[in-house]
């Protein structure tokens, strides 16, 4: 499974940025699609994910600023980021993990920098 991402970039406190990854291969056996980040410094870590019947796990830390959607017809996910403040600033990576056999796979990372 190959994963593009897009949508990263600079923003104001306040701002809102929209990042998609399209997933492309063997996406039939994608389970789950989410969002993971990276700041400087620290350890890289779950953002939301969504799984494949639409159920969503969201970080306290986004809960109410961030939304994440799934296309399966076209293996999309979108995550809206809304009120971004500067502790969003990070590399954001697209995951899946998939079954059959199971696995995990990432997108490069798109840089998101949240600054006034």
């Known amino acids: 499974v190959q994963l593009q991402a897009s949508g990263g970039g600079s923003v104001q406190p306040g701002g809102f940025l929209r990042l998609r990854c399209t997933a492309s291969g063997s996406t039939s056996r994608i389970n789950v699609m989410g969002w993971y980040r990276q700041a400087p410094g620290k350890e890289r870590e779950l953002v939301v994910s969504?799984?494949?019947?639409?159920?969503?796990n969201y970080a306290d830390s986004v809960k109410g600023r961030f939304t994440v959607s799934r296309d399966n017809a076209k293996n999309t996910v979108t995550l809206q980021t809304n009120s971004l403040k500067p502790e969003d600033t990070a590399v954001y990576y697209c995951?899946?993990?998939?079954?059959?056999?199971?696995?995990?796979?990432w997108g490069l990372g798109t840089l998101v920098t949240v600054s006034s």
């Open positions: 969504i799984f494949i019947s639409g159920s969503t």
């Open positions: 995951n899946v993990k998939v079954s059959r056999p199971p696995g995990n796979y």
